[in-house]
């Protein structure tokens, strides 16, 4: 019995419960992994001595959230650490633009005479109203303080503008303010760390966003390993005093009267849960399983059926001798390395992955978490990830590579052996330091962890139609649900993917006030 059960141990349910546990709550956290962590967990998943990311890596908006930074949790032992560049972007006619947290760095990297000037107008833009927007893009919808705060910090003459500016796809608003390539395609790039396309609307939001955090506070990472983050919460929900029990998988949440009392561990136990049950889970496993159908109102079942997942991922690991041998001298400094030529190929390998199709070529982005953290791997030697997207469902492949979207040991090793090809073109030698790789494909990822269903790492899609009073169904956007008494408070909510902390912040606040007004009554 506990005031709380909190389903899943993943960011957005230890934040849940340590804010929960910060309000006197009795709070229990079941995690059906051995360990917990979700996607942020860190492992030698190759050979020993060498510490690899298991899923996420780097977190511009763990860093920048105002959830994560009220958590104190540097003063349980998380340290970032910083490559001395967040971001570069390389391609075959020699450009490589950057993000670095040095203004002039990022933009002397521009290749056409002032586009430089152009990032420093769009950077003055964040710094006017960054701190606002990122407050109300993780608040609850709608995000009344933050918005407030937003407009504020806008003349009203400029509103619409504004508006218009948030909308726009990454392909027109490269078009109005570069004149060069490269920075077009770094803010593509940025963007398409979604499953937005160039042409999607917002994809100028998420690239503009992304860039903008990278120059402000850097895309740092965990010192130690991704689940150094991980081990940070634990520590504070433990001396909050919260409690964590790993393999514990909860297989269904018991509803009497309309209400979530308590939910059903794999051994038959019940625990009971005096006020709220909170579900860091993928919403369509959480309804159609955990709860079943006919506890749920017709046309909000409706809507959860048309809930669209984003595309599939597959990421490679690798052990090396040394570190990348980048031909551009940027991208040896780089945290994180886009591989694509420029927004045409971005906007081609989109249109691949709708229709079916393994793209080719592939749009990599590689980690390189050893130019921030020399820890990760022994002296001289280096780990090293890099994943791309895949289509859900399989139809082909557009390079004909035969690939059938089983996703078995052959499979996977064709892939992989596509992604080192595709990086041996820009860093020649990749290949001959190679000493061991470790790959996991969209049914690997869901293997270790169930909410990564069929590989999707953001929740699901991260297009409009499925965001704010949409996500994860028409008429949600908040953390309550048709279910009294139980909170989404996963990547499935507003505001979707990404470590922030502020899905399951959400889902806290909504409980609190939940049972306050159920005291009032």
Not at 382 to 402: I, K, L
């Amino acid at each position: 019995m506990a005031d709380a059960v909190v389903i899943g141990a993943g960011p957005n349910g230890l934040v849940a419960a340590n804010l929960l546990a910060d309000r006197g709550w009795d709070v229990v956290v079941l995690e059906a992994q051995p360990e917990p962590g979700g996607a942020v967990k860190s492992a030698e998943l190759v050979e020993p001595g060498f510490v690899n990311d298991v899923f996420s890596a780097f977190y511009p908006l763990g860093a920048a959230s105002p959830v994560l930074r009220s958590l104190d949790l540097t003063s349980y032992g998380l340290r970032w650490m910083h490559a001395p560049l967040a971001l570069a972007h390389p391609a075959a006619d020699g450009t490589c633009p950057v993000i670095s947290r040095d203004l002039a760095e990022t933009a002397a990297s521009f290749d056409k005479p002032g586009d430089g000037d152009a990032w420093r107008r769009l950077y003055r833009r964040w710094e006017e109203i960054g701190g606002p927007l990122v407050e109300a893009l993780m608040s609850p919808f709608p995000p009344v303080r933050g918005g407030l705060k937003l407009l504020r910090s806008v003349r009203p003459s400029e509103l619409l503008e504004l508006v218009r500016f948030l909308m726009l796809p990454v392909r027109r608003l490269g078009v109005e303010e570069f004149a060069g390539g490269g920075p077009r395609r770094l803010l593509a790039g940025c963007a398409l760390h979604t499953d937005l396309s160039p042409e999607s609307p917002v994809s100028g939001l998420m690239g503009w966003l992304l860039a903008c955090l990278g120059q402000e506070i850097g895309w740092p990472v965990p010192a130690g390993g991704a689940g150094r983050l991980t081990d940070a919460l634990v520590a504070r929900l433990d001396k909050a005093g919260g409690a964590l029990e790993c393999a514990a998988p909860v297989t269904g949440v018991v509803v009497r009267g309309g209400r979530a009392v308590g939910v059903r561990t794999a051994d038959g136990d019940e625990v009971e849960a005096r006020r709220a049950v909170i579900a860091d889970v993928a919403a369509p496993t959480l309804f159609l399983q955990l709860v079943g159908a006919h506890h749920l109102p017709d046309r909000f079942l409706a809507g959860l059926r048309r809930f669209e997942w984003d595309s599939a991922t597959l990421k490679v690991d690798w052990t090396l001798d040394g570190p990348v041998p980048w031909d551009a001298q940027e991208a040896r400094r780089a945290g994180v390395v886009h591989v694509a030529e420029g927004v045409d190929a971005l906007t081609v390998q989109s249109t691949q992955l709708a229709l079916g199709l393994v793209p080719d070529p592939l749009f990599l982005i590689v980690g390189q978490q050893g130019r921030a953290d020399p820890s990760r791997a022994p002296e001289g030697k280096e780990a090293v990830w890099a994943y791309t997207h895949v289509p859900r469902h399989v139809r082909g492949d557009a390079g004909d590579g035969g690939i059938a979207g089983t996703w078995d040991d052959a499979e996977a090793d064709r892939m992989a052996d596509r992604v080192e090809a595709e990086i041996e073109v820009m860093a020649p030698g990749f290949r001959s330091l190679i000493r061991g790789r470790h790959v996991l494909t969209p049914l690997g990822l869901e293997a270790r962890n169930a909410n990564l269903v069929g590989g999707a790492v953001n929740g699901g899609t991260a297009q409009l139609y499925q965001q704010l009073v949409f996500r994860p169904a028409p008429g949600m956007g908040r953390a309550e649900t048709p279910v009294a008494g139980l909170f989404l408070g996963s990547s499935s909510a507003h505001p979707g993917g990404g470590v922030h902390g502020a899905c399951g912040a959400n889902a806290a606040r909504a409980a609190v006030a939940a049972h306050r007004r159920s005291r009032r009554a």
